[in-house]
Nanobody, 123 residues
Framework: QVQLVESGGGLVQAGGSLRLSCAAS????????LGWFRQAPGKERDFVAA????????AYADSVKGRFTISRDNLKNTVYLQMNSLSPEDTAVYYC????????????????WGQGTQVTVTS
């Protein structure tokens, strides 16, 4: 069992940056690929980024490529999402997820999900 807890969300102006963190419980953190999804009001939950078990492989949604960076620290059981050049279109609840592979995470079929953290970008 893995529990995921997101943090780092908040209110930021357009063009600003935020770094989200997702802390995981359990001793099997490095057994999982990890990822981030987001859900804006009235919209479906969309894939944002994913990272493989030891960080060698990453994947991003086209909408965030070049602006967002996913990373992980297996010693701290934490995955991060550095978000730069934020725009109002990035406003959403951001969710952390864990799954067997990057492909599984990216498909939205991760085994575990956090409760989400709100990111609001003002113009």
């Amino acid at each position: 069992q893995v529990q995921l807890v997101e943090s780092g969300g908040g209110l930021v102006q357009a063009g600003g940056s935020l770094r989200l963190s997702c802390a995981a419980s359990g001793r099997t953190f490095s057994s999982y690929a990890l990822g981030w999804f987001r859900q804006a009001p009235g919209k479906e939950r969309d894939f944002v980024a994913a990272i493989s078990r030891f960080g060698g492989n990453t994947a991003y949604a086209d909408s965030v490529k070049g602006r967002f960076t996913i990373s992980r620290d297996n010693l701290k059981n934490t995955v991060y999402l550095q978000m730069n050049s934020l725009s109002p279109e990035d406003t959403a609840v951001y969710y952390c997820t864990a799954g067997d592979t990057v492909a599984v995470v990216r498909s939205g079929n991760g085994n575990y999900w956090g409760q989400g953290t709100q990111v609001t970008v003002t113009s």
